[in-house]
């Protein structure tokens, strides 16, 4: 009973990783496309930059609500001390992702009545703030949060610091890095050789990002600079840097060479490394730095409960979203609308 009641949280915390990693990864590039309109101006390329999106678009907040299911129901103690700790944040955030979907309606609807551009305006601007807010968040769990008898002791502001705006900045740098490399598999012509030349720019900005974040994440706690630099543990984690930087080089060769899908396929690996960095950084805590999955963890008897469900459900929202991206797949152009 002891070995399931351990493992059974370390289960969940598989699921709720990769959750939030399909979330980063579909949501990301969504959010990136509505950020660029900053750069985009034409109302036609505009368009299409849209229009690779909107047949899926709507699914890909479906695995936000699966991590805030997961957090809620398995891990109930993280819930109730994460939520009172980023309450200004996280409503934030979802307003701004409230309007950016009322903008990518309204924005169609208005084509032609002189007010699009407000909408336009709106999507972007509801893009920008949502990304930064879940990069503060993660940067504000990551710089840990004050709990006193296992519930939040801090301030409201406490969240918003150095190290929070920096991964804020970074996370939007990198969903728009997201979104200009889907746009060059995705699209042809004039956007495409544009989104070719902001990915590369994007791409220096992410690398810094990357490399601040790193160089200041073990500083934070000791535990995390030991967990980075003992022995073993510097073998397991050392080729996450190098594999950075590969992926580096092989991203510079896919632009310069012309490659549609190897500048995303690699913008998508900084993201799951830097994921795997920050889970080596702070594992095994649930509620950095004092409280780990188990203290946090709801009855092992509730978590099987809901594993039994989730193992039913999972595989058909994974069928249904690989499906819905495998019919909607190719080129994009403007010949292409969404109703």
């Known amino acids: 009973m002891t070995d399931f009641a351990y493992w059974l949280p370390i289960v969940w915390a598989v699921i709720l990783v990769a959750a939030i990693s399909i979330y980063v990864v579909l949501d990301g ?7 660029l309109f900053a750069l985009e101006r034409h109302p036609d390329r505009r368009d299409v930059m849209v229009n690779t999106i909107a047949p899926v678009w709507d699914g890909n907040e479906t695995w936000m609500v699966l991590g805030g299911a997961v957090l809620y129901g ?19 955030m979802l307003l701004a992702l409230i309007f950016r979907g ?36 993660l940067g504000g769990v990551v710089q840990g949060i004050r709990v006193v008898d296992g519930a939040f002791a801090g301030g409201p502001f406490d969240w918003l610091t150095p190290f929070s705006i920096l991964c804020g900045l970074s996370v939007m740098c990198g969903y728009a890095l997201l979104g200009a490399t889907w746009l060059i598999w995705r699209t042809t012509g004039v956007l495409e050789a544009s989104c070719r030349r902001w990915a590369a720019r ?64 690699c913008a998508l ?12 950084t702070v594992w095994p805590y649930a509620v950095p730095p004092g409280l780990t999955l ?46």
């Open 202 to 265: 994007l791409a220096v900005g992410l690398f810094i990002g990357i490399v601040a974040v790193s160089l200041w994440t073990p500083l934070l706690h000791a535990p995390y600079l030991r967990r980075w630099t003992d022995w073993p543990n510097i073998v397991f984690v050392a080729p996450v840097p190098v594999l950075v930087v590969v992926l580096a080089v092989l991203f510079v060769m896919g632009l310069r060479r012309g490659h549609s899908k190897g500048p995303f396929l």
């Open 102 to 137: 009322v903008a990518f309606e309204f924005r169609v609807m208005m084509r032609g009545t002189g007010r699009e551009g407000v909408w336009n305006a709106g999507f972007m601007a509801g893009s920008a703030i949502a990304a930064f807010c879940q990069g503060v968040i």
């Open 269 to 280: 690996g900084w993201f799951f490394l830097c994921l795997s960095g920050l889970g080596i």
């Open 294 to 339: 188990w203290d946090v963890s709801s009855p092992p008897s509730s978590q099987l409960f809901q594993l039994v469900g989730t193992v039913i459900l999972l595989p058909i929202v994974l069928t249904y979203t690989i499906y819905s991206y495998h019919v909607f797949r190719g080129k994009v152009t403007q010949t292409d609308g969404y109703h």
């Open 29 to 35: 590039f969504d959010l990136g496309i509505g950020m």
């Open 74 to 92: 398995v891990f109930p103690g993280a819930y109730a001390t994460l939520l009172p700790a980023f309450y200004l944040p996280i409503v934030l």
